[in-house]
Nanobody, 116 residues
Protein backbone atom coordinates (compact mmCIF):
# COMPACT_ATOMS: atom_id res chain seq x y z
CA UNK A 1 0.00 0.00 0.00
CA UNK A 2 1.61 3.22 -1.22
CA UNK A 3 0.94 6.11 1.17
CA UNK A 4 3.49 8.68 -0.04
CA UNK A 5 3.98 9.26 -3.76
CA UNK A 6 6.67 11.54 -5.18
CA UNK A 7 6.65 12.96 -8.69
CA UNK A 8 8.34 15.64 -10.76
CA UNK A 9 11.84 14.25 -11.10
CA UNK A 10 13.67 14.10 -14.38
CA UNK A 11 16.72 15.12 -16.38
CA UNK A 12 17.72 18.78 -16.42
CA UNK A 13 20.78 20.80 -17.41
CA UNK A 14 22.97 22.66 -14.94
CA UNK A 15 21.20 25.87 -13.94
CA UNK A 16 17.75 24.50 -14.66
CA UNK A 17 14.76 24.00 -12.38
CA UNK A 18 12.45 21.22 -11.25
CA UNK A 19 9.45 21.09 -8.93
CA UNK A 20 8.91 17.93 -6.90
CA UNK A 21 5.56 16.93 -5.41
CA UNK A 22 4.64 14.51 -2.63
CA UNK A 23 1.04 13.34 -2.28
CA UNK A 24 0.22 11.71 1.06
CA UNK A 25 -2.71 9.78 2.48
CA UNK A 26 -5.02 11.44 4.97
CA UNK A 27 -3.45 9.77 8.00
CA UNK A 28 0.17 10.55 7.09
CA UNK A 29 1.52 14.09 7.04
CA UNK A 30 4.49 14.84 4.79
CA UNK A 31 7.23 16.63 6.69
CA UNK A 32 10.34 16.81 4.59
CA UNK A 33 12.52 15.95 1.64
CA UNK A 34 15.66 13.80 1.72
CA UNK A 35 18.00 12.65 -1.01
CA UNK A 36 20.48 9.87 -1.61
CA UNK A 37 23.21 9.82 -4.23
CA UNK A 38 24.92 6.58 -5.30
CA UNK A 39 27.41 5.40 -2.68
CA UNK A 40 26.37 8.09 -0.19
CA UNK A 41 24.24 8.27 2.93
CA UNK A 42 20.71 9.61 2.71
CA UNK A 43 20.68 13.24 3.79
CA UNK A 44 18.17 15.87 4.77
CA UNK A 45 17.33 18.43 2.11
CA UNK A 46 14.50 20.47 3.64
CA UNK A 47 11.80 20.15 6.30
CA UNK A 48 8.74 22.11 7.36
CA UNK A 49 7.21 22.00 10.85
CA UNK A 50 3.54 22.03 11.84
CA UNK A 51 3.98 25.71 12.65
CA UNK A 52 5.40 26.45 9.22
CA UNK A 53 9.07 26.81 10.14
CA UNK A 54 11.47 25.59 7.47
CA UNK A 55 14.94 24.12 7.63
CA UNK A 56 17.39 23.58 4.77
CA UNK A 57 20.66 21.84 4.24
CA UNK A 58 23.47 24.35 3.77
CA UNK A 59 24.12 22.99 0.29
CA UNK A 60 20.66 24.00 -0.98
CA UNK A 61 19.96 27.24 0.91
CA UNK A 62 18.98 30.02 -1.44
CA UNK A 63 18.25 27.60 -4.27
CA UNK A 64 15.51 25.26 -2.98
CA UNK A 65 12.16 26.13 -1.42
CA UNK A 66 9.92 23.74 0.51
CA UNK A 67 6.18 24.39 0.73
CA UNK A 68 2.99 22.57 1.64
CA UNK A 69 -0.69 22.50 0.78
CA UNK A 70 -2.59 21.36 3.86
CA UNK A 71 -5.90 21.01 2.01
CA UNK A 72 -4.30 18.51 -0.36
CA UNK A 73 -1.97 17.02 2.27
CA UNK A 74 0.86 17.55 -0.19
CA UNK A 75 4.45 18.72 0.01
CA UNK A 76 6.52 20.44 -2.67
CA UNK A 77 10.14 21.21 -3.36
CA UNK A 78 11.01 23.94 -5.85
CA UNK A 79 14.59 23.42 -7.01
CA UNK A 80 16.33 26.23 -8.88
CA UNK A 81 19.90 26.75 -10.10
CA UNK A 82 20.46 23.01 -10.12
CA UNK A 83 23.99 21.62 -10.02
CA UNK A 84 25.38 18.18 -10.94
CA UNK A 85 25.92 17.49 -7.22
CA UNK A 86 22.14 17.69 -6.75
CA UNK A 87 21.83 14.45 -8.71
CA UNK A 88 20.16 11.89 -6.43
CA UNK A 89 16.98 10.02 -5.66
CA UNK A 90 14.70 12.37 -3.72
CA UNK A 91 12.42 10.93 -1.04
CA UNK A 92 9.44 12.34 0.80
CA UNK A 93 9.22 11.52 4.52
CA UNK A 94 5.88 11.51 6.32
CA UNK A 95 4.66 11.18 9.90
CA UNK A 96 1.73 9.33 11.43
CA UNK A 97 1.10 9.90 15.15
CA UNK A 98 -1.01 7.65 17.36
CA UNK A 99 -1.31 8.25 21.13
CA UNK A 100 2.02 10.04 21.12
CA UNK A 101 3.83 7.31 19.19
CA UNK A 102 5.41 8.44 15.94
CA UNK A 103 5.58 6.24 12.86
CA UNK A 104 7.67 7.43 9.93
CA UNK A 105 7.15 6.53 6.29
CA UNK A 106 9.15 6.94 3.10
CA UNK A 107 7.91 7.38 -0.42
CA UNK A 108 9.33 5.37 -3.30
CA UNK A 109 11.58 8.19 -4.45
CA UNK A 110 11.94 10.15 -7.67
CA UNK A 111 15.16 10.44 -9.67
CA UNK A 112 16.70 13.85 -10.29
CA UNK A 113 19.62 13.99 -12.73
CA UNK A 114 21.49 17.22 -13.47
CA UNK A 115 23.81 17.13 -16.47
CA UNK A 116 26.91 19.27 -16.94
Amino acid sequence: QVQLVESGGGLVQTGGSLRLSCAASGSIFPKGWYRQAPGKQRELVATVSSGGSTNYADSVKGRFTISRDNAKNSLYLQMNSLKPEDTAVYYCKGLKSDLGYDSWYWGQGTQVTVSS
